[in-house]
Each structure stands twice: as structure tokens, then as C-alpha cells.
């Protein structure tokens, strides 16, 4: 029977939220599936993977540095060396370096290892120290993959300077376009629920509470318009949300800032709110900035990689540097004023969007997988 390996470096936050479509694409087509990751539940019995048939929970470690990811990488290596895995597909920066530092030996047994980069962490603006040490190392490690893939144009761009066998071009890892026509909420009803009425506006974010995904932008944005009927909802969770607590303290915003921690309702919430806020620093190709598109909000987002691949300026939303602040509240005050602005950009989002739809990105996968013609 032939074997696919999926690689990452946690279950609930990346192979539950990404991967299980695929891993049901390779049981139908008559794979065995693996999948090696950190479980990262609460309580560890809830992780249970669909679709998988044997899974390895391995202690990966997001820094380089910690002594585990030299365990995790001695266990990866036992693994791809004891199974003839015809397919190792790895994801997530330590995931993507430690299993292709192990699979050496099994490249050499016909294996096909195939690596996707959810977003370099060298990119245009990004800082130098980021150039030089992520860029080498992923361009070395290039020689160690077989595909390649890039799920945005400036990163599938970059990496033709790479020496993996094959480079190729994903738009994202899909999202289910009909899960979000198919949601029916009462308005009123989820509003109350965080205390927000129906004539209020709802700017939403979804994210973790990082410096990455620079929420505070927003906070500040939302404060200097001074419209105490905009509220800024956020779901996520993270190591700045006292940070951020005390800020909207500072500013006096703390009724108008919720802060809901992780949930599980992000498709009711998205119909409810007007406008969808995403000023991250860096990102490749957001799934939550696709399921705000899908919903028919408008965007106000930074102009980055990726960002700028889903959003066209001035006609499904805004692109904005992401430490404008003075921009971002032009760009909100804008849609706060215009309610037929915010629905003609979100029809425009809800038709550009079927361009990444899940059921494409299968196809494009299916194939990828496929091909057999690497070695």
C-alpha cells in the first residue's frame, strides 16, 4: 500500500485547521497516512486526527534553539527511515527544516519529500536579521526537496533562485466557500451575546494575539476617530493580551474593544460584523482573511504579501502600510460613513474569492501529488 507522511509542528493550530482535506484526498486514493506533530490540546485525548491512520506525537519547538527539536529530529528521522513513505509533505518553519534534514536518506529510496512555505520569513520590507539567517537556510535546504510550494506571487517569485526539482504555485490551502453561504444567524441575538446593538458598527479581527498580527494599529485607528459606536472585536488568543487590555485602558477604549479569546463561531460572527481588520506585519496567504471575503465583509488590511494577493485595492477593500495608523482610520472612517460601499466591496470579495475555493487548491493538489515524476 502506498504511504503519504504529513509533517507539522502542532495538531489543533495547524494539521486540524489546514490539512484534513488532503489527508481525505490520500485515503480515497488508496494511501495509508501518517502524521507527525505536537499535540497541542488542552486535554490531550481530544486529538483525534480524521482521516489518519497512525500518528506520531513528537515535541516540536518553534525556537531552533530548544533541545527538543533535536529529539524531534532524531525521532523524524527513525521514522522516514523505518517506513517507505512514497510522499513526505511537511508545513511550518521547524516542521519544513527538521523533516527535511531527516529524509536525506529516504529521498535516496525514491521518496518524494514536498515542502509548503506558508510564507517565507525573508520578504520584501522584512527585517535584515530575517534575510540572513532564514534565507540561507531555506535556500540550502532546497536542494533537499523535491516540491517546492509557494501559496503567494512574491514568494513563488523569490523561490525561483532555489534548487528545488520543482517550484510550484498554490493559491492557499483552500477554503470552503459553501461552509459560509450555508451559515444562518440571527443579527440581533449574536450581537447581544457580546454586547454589541444593531445599529453599532463591528470592525473584527481574527488572530493571535501577537505582535505580528499588530492589532494595536487597529485599537489606536479606531480611538483617534473618536465614534464611540465603532467597535473593534477581536478573537484570538496570545501572549500581548494584557498588553492590549491595558492599552485600551490608556485610551480609554475598553467598551469598545472586545477582546473574546478563541472561538469556535468565527463564520456567525463574520455575518454580523461590517468590516474586517487585518494590519499583520506578515503573513503568506491568510485563511481568515479569505473566510472574511467569503462572508462579504470589506477589508482593511496592510499591504503585504499575500494581502495584496487577495485584496484589490479600492474595490474590495483597502491596503494600507501597517504601521499607518493615520491610514487605517481614514480608510475605517471611509466604510463607516458609506454603507453602500461596504456592501458593493464585500459582493466583489464574495466573487473574487471562489478563485481559491477548496475544492480548486484539491485539484491543484491532486495533481501535484500525482505527477510522480520528481526523481
Wanted: proline share 3%; charged share 25%.
Amino acid at each position: 500500500m502506498k504511504k503519504v507522511l504529513f509533517v507539522a509542528t502542532v495538531v489543533k493550530a495547524h494539521i486540524m485547521v489546514f490539512h484534513i482535506p488532503f489527508l481525505k484526498w490520500f485515503k480515497e486514493n488508496g494511501y495509508e497516512t501518517y502524521v507527525c506533530a505536537k499535540n497541542d490540546y488542552e486535554n490531550k485525548e481530544d486529538c483525534v486526527i480524521p482521516y489518519c491512520d497512525y500518528y506520531f506525537d513528537l515535541p516540536f519547538e518553534r525556537s531552533p534553539i530548544k533541545l527538543n527539536n533535536f529529539k524531534t529530529y532524531k525521532q523524524l528521522k527513525e521514522i522516514t527511515e523505518s517506513n517507505e513513505f512514497d510522499i513526505i509533505h511537511c508545513h511550518t518553519p521547524m516542521g519544513g527544516v527538521l523533516t527535511r534534514l531527516a529524509a536525506r536518506n529516504a529521498r535516496k529510496k525514491n521518496t518524494n519529500v514536498i515542502y509548503t512555505a506558508h510564507g517565507f520569513h525573508f520578504y520584501k520590507g522584512a527585517p535584515i536579521a530575517n534575510w540572513l539567517l532564514y534565507y540561507p537556510v531555506e535556500r540550502w535546504l532546497s536542494r533537499h526537496t523535491d516540491v517546492l510550494i509557494t501559496i503567494n506571487k512574491e514568494d513563488f517569485s523569490r523561490a525561483q533562485k532555489f534548487k528545488a526539482k520543482s517550484i510550484e504555485y498554490v493559491p492557499g490551502v483552500g477554503i470552503d466557500t459553501n461552509k459560509f453561504k450555508e451559515i444562518l444567524v440571527n443579527k440581533t441575538k449574536k450581537r447581544s451575546e457580546i454586547g454589541i446593538d444593531d445599529n453599532s458598527l463591528i470592525v473584527l479581527s481574527v488572530g493571535e494575539l501577537n505582535k505580528n498580527k499588530n492589532h494595536e494599529t487597529i485599537i489606536r485607528s479606531i480611538a483617534q476617530l473618536d465614534k464611540p459606536d465603532i467597535y473593534y472585536v477581536i478573537c484570538g488568543e496570545g501572549p500581548l493580551v494584557n498588553y492590549l487590555k491595558n492599552l485600551t485602558m490608556e485610551l480609554g477604549m475598553e467598551n469598545q474593544v472586545k477582546l473574546l479569546g478563541f472561538r469556535t463561531d468565527i463564520a456567525e460572527l463574520s455575518k454580523v460584523s461590517d468590516i474586517f481588520a487585518f494590519p499583520s506585519f506578515r503573513e503568506g496567504l491568510s485563511l481568515s482573511l479569505m473566510e472574511a471575503m467569503t462572508s462579504g465583509l470589506p477589508v482593511v488590511c496592510s499591504n503585504i504579501r499575500g494581502n495584496s494577493d487577495l485584496v484589490v485595492d479600492g474595490k474590495g477593500g483597502y491596503l494600507v502600510n501597517p504601521d499607518n495608523i493615520q491610514g487605517f482610520a481614514n480608510v475605517l472612517l471611509n466604510l463607516y460613513e458609506s454603507n453602500t460601499q461596504r456592501e458593493s466591496m464585500g459582493i466583489y470579495n464574495r466573487s473574487l474569492i471562489k478563485n481559491f475555493d477548496l475544492k480548486n487548491v484539491i485539484v491543484e493538489m491532486g495533481y501535484i501529488y500525482s505527477k510522480n515524476k520528481f526523481h
